[in-house]
């Protein structure tokens, strides 16, 4: 099955800063790559996703890279606000396990 | 549109009883699934639909048994609870098994 590693667990930056997370997979086959945010108490929701065949995709203050030959891709948020603090998510899919692969979260922490 | 619904929101369970953990949606998706989300773990597939009649195993199924009679509901049975389940639960669907899946706002089990 999909190995799937999630870099840092924990990050905290100040309001304004650049955040970036990592998130390793390790199936070659996976073609969709997206990121998910989970606010206190509540599901995952989607912010961003990347599929394959496109190196990298920005949506105002979001942006996720993908580097296939490296099976690797990142989340980051430029000019972060309090808003940001959240667990985020990567989830790589693979369509011979006909299944997301969760990783295991990280906790984005911005501080005033 | 109140695209998925879970309920109950909290259940606390005694060892060896058995309950349904309800998930409907509104969106006329055809890919259902529910994940249980632990500490440090993020979500792991415990049984998914790919459409009415249809389910499959995803990583942690046993203890657990679901069924799609339509294409809205989805619920999940736990036979005989065990501490080990103690979990959120998440339901989630979308349109195919790579697009954005909606979550819905999960149900908090206690099993004592």
């Known amino acids: 099955g999909e190995n799937v590693e999630q870099h840092p667990s924990t990050l905290s930056v100040q309001e304004g800063d650049s955040a970036v997370i990592k998130c390793t997979y390790s199936?070659?086959?996976?073609?969709?790559f997206p990121w998910y945010k989970q606010e206190l108490g509540k599901g995952p929701q989607l912010i961003i996703d990347?599929?394959?065949?496109?190196g990298e995709k920005k949506d105002q203050r979001i942006a996720v890279t993908l580097n296939k030959t490296a099976k690797h891709f990142s989340l980051h948020i430029t000019e972060t606000q309090p808003e940001d603090s959240a667990v985020y998510f990567c989830?790589?899919?693979?369509?011979?396990?006909?299944?997301?692969?969760f990783g295991t979260g990280t906790q984005l922490k911005v501080e005033l | 549109n109140a695209g998925v619904t879970q309920t109950p929101k909290f259940q606390v369970l005694k060892t060896g009883q058995s309950m349904t953990l309800q998930c409907a949606q509104d969106?006329?998706?055809?890919?259902m699934s529910w994940y249980r989300q632990d500490p440090g773990m993020g979500l792991r597939l415990i049984h998914y639909?790919?459409?009415?009649?249809?389910?499959d195993q995803g990583e942690v199924p046993n203890g657990y048994n679901v069924s799609r009679s339509t294409t809205e509901d989805f619920p999940l049975r736990l036979l005989s609870a065990a501490p080990s389940q103690t979990s959120v639960y998440f339901c989630?669907?979308?349109?195919?098994?790579?697009?954005?899946?909606?979550f819905g706002q999960g149900t908090r089990l206690t099993v004592v």
């Open positions: 989630a669907s979308s349109t195919f098994t790579d697009t954005e899946a909606f």
């Open positions: 199936d070659s086959a996976s073609n969709y």
């Open positions: 990347i599929r394959s065949n496109v």
């Open positions: 989830a790589p899919y693979t369509g011979g396990g006909n299944k997301l692969t």
């Open positions: 969106m006329n998706h055809e890919y």
């Open positions: 639909s790919v459409g009415a009649g249809i389910t």
